[in-house]
């Protein structure tokens, strides 16, 4: 690995978009060729403060940040939702990746062009107004709940770990995700929620106003109380039928968790793949011509963001230069 020394405006292209492991926690902003950096538990919200309406990009390292409300649009980078390990500095340190986390209410009024990436929410979500534009990739919940209170169009989640309740969802799209949804859940009258490549387990608990309603297709499903207002096709369910659904076809029934190689279960662990035997990825092929469940469709099964792992980052002053060391590695 190469150690190099940047100026502030070689910054942007040297640290922004990459995971770090540093000392203290920190949040990077770039907004073109300036870079700003922020450190401490409230890194997070004081780099939202200082982004403009529009183009900033946010960094943040590994470790535990304040929530903070989103109000334009904005991309925000973490670390991720696991440790990984990493090769030991050459003094002995510890330089494993550790987990983004963001603690508390993560509240978004912004009208759209909102991209969030690697972390794990501590908290619920919330989305205060009408939002056009919303991207959540290799993100975790668990035990929370993702509520929107006004009108949401194009909005998605790809390869999130999702255990949450869920409330007035409108145009979602769920791609290659864990999903089980918990807790009282209505979606809009006129839901358009899609459920594509994903492993649901729960995911169609249904209370009242047709409840959790959504079209799940190409994806393994383990229901336990599923509603006729939702649609199934090319999915394995661990059912024996789906009688009364309407617009449901192409279903394979009574398909329990001996389906995948790793682990004969749905259960979840940082370890598992979800892989499918390789008799099941000849057997269930999907709508799209590939094989059904998490690993199928446009992405696999993938909790490592898509930034490079940034170790060692150390940033001094000399006179107007800001003189950034750091090391970079492939994830």
Known sequence: MKKTIFTLAMLCCAVVGNAQVTDEISAILQVGDNAQIFYGADAYAQALEAAP??????????????????????AVYGAGWVTENSTPT??????????????????????????????????????????????????????????????NDNVTFTQCYIWCGMQKLHKVLFQNCFIYITGYNVFSDESDVVINHCLCGNSTYAIYHDGARFRCQNSTVYPINPNPAQTYQFCTINRSNLDGFTGSSDNWFSVDGSIFADQKNTAYSDARTFELTD?????????????????????????????????????TIDGTNLKVTYNAETR
């Open 279 to 315: 008799e099941a990825k000849a057997t269930y092929i999907g709508s799209d011509g590939k094989e059904v469940g998490i690993n199928g469709g446009n992405y696999n099964w993938n909790k490592t963001p898509h930034t490079p792992l940034v170790t060692d980052l150390k940033v």
């Open 90 to 151: 050459t003094s002995g340190s510890d330089n494993s990746l550790k987990a983004t986390s963001i603690t508390g209410v993560q509240t978004i009024s912004a009208s759209g062009g909102v991209y969030m990436e690697g972390l794990r929410f501590e908290g619920d979500l919330n989305v205060t107004k009408a939002i056009d534009g919303l991207d959540f990739v290799k993100c975790w919940w668990h035990g929370k709940s993702l509520n929107f209170t006004e009108q």
């Open 53 to 74: 309406d529009a183009g900033g990009v946010i960094t943040l390292s590994s470790g535990t940040f304040n929530a903070a409300e989103i109000s334009k649009s904005v």
